[in-house]
């Protein structure tokens, strides 16, 4: 019998995978062209935005410090190539990324005027806030771009996948060791390289020196022309987080000991004439009123109607005056912060752009009129009709010394008038006056309005109507914000009544934060930059002799001194610097307005100015930044308990 030889047998086929080298090559090149990609269409996309203002630049004169800002953003692609492990996910989200960085900066410079900061990346969780700013429409857009892009993305990772086969540990377990080092280390190396990308601001910083080796000009004046300029990256890198201010010469514990007693003799003088239990009984109440401004003083533009007419009388019988905003179209929250804590936003960093979420949060406490109010005896509220997270106030109320934080949801009253998207100014007073009738002390009740905050077009059956706008858009916001206007003026003239019918003193203080941002640059331009940067501001108390006074444009840093003084109340020592500094420098927020009421540079300051000018730069960097080695004696005991929170 003939035995047949047995055949051989074939050992399995493995999957093919490219050579090592290759991969990596490979996955150099395409990691190089996403992140080129995505900064190009980032900074395409912002040129876009800035329409015809920088028409007749390009991007090639920026060459160099375009390509310093891919290499940032392909540090960030390589590490989530590193994490995640597969390049079709991280062109996903690189994709989704960009095209949600690209947009939202759009958004920004034309509804605030101002670019995306690092800081803004706190706001990305309201989306709610956000798509009312935006509107609904541009929300879906954006939406289903998103979802376009990942749709792409998923397809074109099912064809990356033929091209890129994964390394299975079960199949080629050297080559997925091999592989798994490498992502390790390129982990480790990008963050490193990003940790030291993200110290821009500090001396010595060579990726710094780098930008500006190759022409970089901060132009922290102008942010927009900063982002154009020198890129969104390079721009993006500037505003990241830097110490508050710069120690001044001379700072030492002595100094401060100094300037208290220096102070405290002034403070005593203006005291002579003061009742020191004056505030016992008085309920103050701090309105920052959304976007108030007073329309009518605009040239190019007429209103059918006066939007403010019992605002405006009451400005001539009260003290009164204009205020000057930090910037044009927004900064509502750097407002807030001047008139609560008395401090200029100019002499910060510039890169200080947002205090609430830059500067306040890294203390457990930071002096403020609500702080001092609640030292001398008032239950402090802070009321804001949106959302608690929006500037970080709920976690920034309490530092400041505010015992009760009330939000919409925790509002009362809750109304809208006809199709706006925000609660009403009258439901806000309304608010406010169940506090004072609720409570057995005296009240501080700051509140922050939102009844006339973006967008506003379409709010209103009644739109007061305006001429000299030709754009469409921009006539039809100004339209509506007038009647918006009107009904602020109307609420406030109720709130006004109910106070002087309560039977309880009070004193109030009410400004607008800054003009609203739909002004075509025309109006702007035929205005000035100082009146479009200018709101009214009142103060006016249900008791006493009140009588008419115009101040000179003011800062909101010198708000709480003229509560005081409205109540006759004793004032702290850091309140008679701010009433010395006021009479030589009224307003301060990148320009700067003198006793005159004109604007003024630093070097045409007289003597007596600038010494006042040093010592409230001393006094503000050691209350904000210092060791606060003058807040006990300069306003209020730094270890005061604060109230119990509802």
């Known amino acids: 019998m003939r035995i047949l030889p047995r055949p051989a047998l074939k050992s399995p086929k493995l999957p093919s995978v490219r050579s090592p080298v290759w991969v990596l090559?490979?996955?150099?090149?395409?990691?190089?062209?996403?992140?080129?990609?995505?900064?190009?269409?980032?900074?395409?996309?912002?040129?876009?935005?800035?329409?015809?203002?920088?028409?007749?630049?390009?991007?090639?004169?920026?060459l160099t410090l375009f390509w310093l800002g891919t290499f940032v953003v392909w540090l960030l692609v390589i590490l989530v190539l590193a994490l995640v492990g597969r390049l079709w996910i991280t062109a996903s989200l690189v994709v989704v990324a960009t095209l949600t960085t690209g947009y939202a900066n759009q958004e920004k410079l034309e509804l605030r005027l101002e670019p995306l900061y690092p800081s803004d990346l706190a706001m990305a969780s309201q989306l709610d806030f956000l798509s009312q700013m935006v509107g609904l429409r541009a929300t879906l857009a954006l939406v289903g771009g998103l979802v376009l892009a990942i749709a792409l993305s998923v397809l074109g990772g099912h064809f990356a996948e033929k091209v890129f086969p994964r390394?299975?540990?079960?199949?080629?377990?050297?080559?997925?060791?091999?592989?798994?080092?490498?992502?390790?280390?390129?982990?480790?190396?990008?963050?490193?390289?990003l940790l030291y990308v993200a110290d821009f601001n500090t001396p010595g910083n060579r990726f710094r020196a780098a930008y500006e080796d190759q022409g970089a000009h901060w132009k922290f004046w102008n942010q927009r022309v900063n982002y154009w300029s020198n890129g969104f990256v390079g721009g993006m890198l500037y505003n990241t987080d830097v110490p508050g201010m710069d120690r001044p010469a001379g700072y030492s514990e002595e100094t401060m000991q100094a300037l208290a007693e220096k102070y405290a003799g002034v403070a005593a003088v203006i005291n002579r004439r003061r009742e020191p239990n004056a505030l016992d009984d008085v309920n103050v109440v701090m309105v920052l009123s959304e976007t108030f401004t007073d329309p009518m003083r605009l040239e190019t533009v007429e209103f059918a109607e006066d939007p403010i007419p019992y605002t405006r009388s009451l400005m001539r019988r009260t003290t009164s005056g204009n205020m000057l905003a930090a910037k044009f179209g927004g900064g509502t929250a750097n407002m807030e912060f001047g008139a609560l804590t008395?401090?200029?936003?100019?002499?910060?960093?510039?890169?200080?752009?947002?205090?609430?979420?830059?500067?306040?949060?890294?203390?457990?406490?930071?002096?403020?009129?609500?702080?001092?109010?609640?030292?001398?005896?008032?239950r402090t509220v802070a009321t804001h009709p949106f959302h608690p997270s929006l500037y970080r106030r709920s976690e920034v109320y309490p530092i400041l010394g505010f015992g009760t934080s009330e939000f919409a949801d925790q509002m009362?009253?809750?109304?809208?008038?006809?199709?706006?998207?925000?609660?009403?100014?009258?439901?806000?007073?309304?608010?406010?006056?169940?506090?004072?009738?609720?409570?057995?002390?005296?009240?501080?009740?700051?509140?922050?309005?939102?009844?006339?905050?973006?967008?506003?077009?379409?709010?209103?059956?009644?739109?007061?109507?305006?001429?000299?706008?030709?754009?469409?858009?921009?006539?039809?916001?100004?339209?509506?914000?007038?009647?918006?206007?009107?009904?602020?003026?109307?609420?406030?003239?109720?709130?006004?009544?109910?106070?002087?019918?309560?039977?309880?003193?009070?004193?109030?203080?009410?400004?607008?934060?800054?003009?609203?941002?739909?002004?075509?640059e025309e109006v702007r331009a035929a205005n000035g930059r100082r009146t479009m940067r200018e709101t009214p501001f009142f103060v006016y108390a249900n008791f006493g002799d009140q009588q008419g006074r115009r101040l000179p444009t003011t800062s909101a840093a010198h708000f709480a001194p003229h509560i005081l003084e409205a109540a006759g109340a004793a004032v702290p020592p850091y309140y008679a610097l701010l009433m010395q500094l006021e009479r030589e420098i009224p307003a301060m927020e990148q320009l700067m307005i003198g006793s005159d009421n004109r604007r003024i540079t630093e070097e045409e300051l007289s003597p007596r100015a600038r010494e006042l000018l040093r010592d409230y730069r001393l006094v503000q960097y050691d209350l904000s930044v210092g060791q606060r080695w003058s807040q006990s004696d300069m306003f209020y005991p730094d270890q005061e308990p604060l109230e119990a929170t509802d």
């Open 342 to 378: 008395g401090m200029s936003l100019a002499l910060f960093q510039p890169q200080m752009n947002t205090p609430y979420q830059m500067l306040v949060p890294d203390y457990s406490r930071f002096p403020s009129l609500a702080g001092y109010l609640g030292h001398l005896g008032h």
């Open 412 to 520: 009362t009253h809750q109304e809208r008038l006809e199709d706006s998207d925000y609660i009403s100014d009258e439901s806000a007073f309304q608010e406010v006056g169940d506090r004072i009738e609720d409570t057995e002390e005296p009240v501080f009740v700051n509140l922050v309005t939102m009844q006339n905050h973006m967008p506003m077009a379409g709010s209103y059956s009644d739109p007061i109507p305006v001429t000299g706008l030709a754009d469409e858009t921009s006539r039809a916001n100004a339209e509506h914000y007038a009647r918006g206007l009107r009904h602020s003026d109307e609420a406030l003239q109720r709130f006004i009544e109910s106070l002087d019918r309560s039977g309880e003193k009070a004193v109030v203080l009410f400004y607008g934060d800054h003009q609203p941002a739909f002004w075509p």
């Open 167 to 193: 390394i299975r540990r079960t199949i080629h377990p050297r080559l997925a060791t091999g592989l798994l080092v490498a992502r390790v280390c390129t982990v480790l190396l990008a963050l490193v390289g």
């Open 25 to 62: 090559a490979a996955s150099f090149l395409f990691t190089l062209l996403l992140a080129t990609g995505a900064n190009l269409t980032i900074e395409l996309w912002q040129l876009d935005a800035e329409g015809t203002a920088f028409s007749d630049s390009s991007l090639s004169e920026h």
